[in-house]
Antibody, heavy 124, light 108 residues
Framework: DVRLLESGGGLIQPGGSLRVSCAASGFTFSSYAMSWVRQAPGKGLEWVSS????????YYADSVKGRFTISRDNSKNTVSLQMNSLKVEDTALYYC?????????????????WGQGTLVTVSA | EIVLTQSPGTLSLSPGERATLSCRSS???????LAWYQQKPGQAPRLLIY???NRATGTPDRFRGIGSGTDFTLTISRLEPEDFAVYYCQQYSTSPFTFGPGTTVDFK
């Protein structure tokens, strides 16, 4: 079974930095693109960032571009999100999500497995 | 950016009734790249439908997705007690990969 376990959330002041990570198991991690999707308290879902299986290509929402960096370590089956210059509006539950494969090397930007999330609170 | 609008915001129904949820897009979604998710309180979202009409593994056949272009619909033929939840549509045709605001299906 696919398992995604996020960690690293917490309370951070505006302008600060935080790194959240996701440990994956139950599938061949390096073969799948991965994403982060966030949900502000009581609000809807927002795609944040994605990374291909090899890590060669990354994608970001405009709201985080230049501040967040997604990365992965295929030897440790982990994907991480480094968040810098945090703003109050970045407060959310951050979900790690697996993206399905398409063909031998492709992927589709929807999310077929999700972790339980890690809460990031940005507040003074 | 493709903006998704979901209606109604809340659908109040009883078990056994049919639910019809709408998702409309500000631009045509190519290749039917639209997904539906279900989220229950305190839980992560769960993929129900992808590619407009393909049920994900484990999705009961009472869930049906249809649509094309800018208009998409999720129907639940006969509501079971476990179906009362929030439903989101998401387009994956064009970055940024946006979600709709959600439709809550609650008990009448």
């Amino acid at each position: 079974d696919v398992r995604l376990l996020e960690s690293g959330g917490g309370l951070i002041q505006p302008g600060g930095s935080l790194r959240v990570s996701c440990a994956a198991s139950g599938f061949t991690f390096s073969s799948y693109a991965m994403s982060w999707v966030r949900q502000a308290p009581g609000k809807g879902l927002e795609w944040v960032s994605s990374i291909t299986g090899s890590g060669d290509d990354t994608y970001y929402a405009d709201s985080v571009k230049g501040r967040f960096t997604i990365s992965r370590d295929n030897s440790k089956n982990t994907v991480s999100l480094q968040m810098n210059s945090l703003k109050v509006e970045d407060t959310a539950l951050y979900y790690c999500a697996k993206m399905p494969r398409y063909g031998s090397n492709g992927y589709r930007h929807y999310f077929d497995s999700w972790g339980q999330g890690t809460l990031v609170t940005v507040s003074a | 950016e493709i903006v998704l609008t979901q209606s109604p915001g809340t659908l109040s129904l009883s078990p056994g009734e049919r639910a019809t949820l709408s998702c409309r897009s500000s631009q045509s979604i190519s290749s039917g790249y639209l997904a539906w998710y279900q989220q229950k309180p305190g839980q992560a979202p769960r993929l129900l439908i992808y590619g407009t009409s393909n049920r994900a593994t484990g999705t009961p056949d009472r869930f049906r997705g249809i649509g094309s272009g800018t208009d998409f619909t999720l129907t639940i033929s006969r509501l079971e007690p476990e179906d009362f939840a929030v439903y989101y549509c998401q387009q994956y045709s064009t970055s940024p990969f946006t979600f709709g605001p959600g439709t809550t299906v609650d008990f009448k």
